[in-house]
């Protein structure tokens, strides 16, 4: 299967084919967010979820992510809702 990148800024982003869009868990797109706080950095996410009904919806989210390199194997995560 194919994929389409899209480069934002330094970062890269594996965006789906059209054969793999709308599945539960699939990036729709991804934009650095401007005014994380220092040592951090943030994008506003928009992606597919399953809803209570059983329905895929788009959900938007945000993520933020230490701006240093990886200092372990795994990060803990802090707030998911």
Avoid: K
Wanted: charge should be positive; glycine fraction near 12%.
């Amino acid at each position: 299967m194919g994929r389409v990148f899209l480069l934002a800024g330094a970062l890269m982003f594996a965006l789906p084919t059209a054969v793999q869009a709308q599945r539960a868990g699939t990036l729709i797109s991804a934009t650095p967010t401007p005014g994380a706080p220092a040592g951090m950095r943030a994008w506003s996410i928009h992606y597919w979820s399953m809803g209570e009904n059983g329905q895929l919806q788009d959900l938007t989210g945000i993520v933020a992510a230490p701006d240093t390199g990886q200092s372990s194997p795994t990060r803990p995560v802090l707030a998911w809702t």
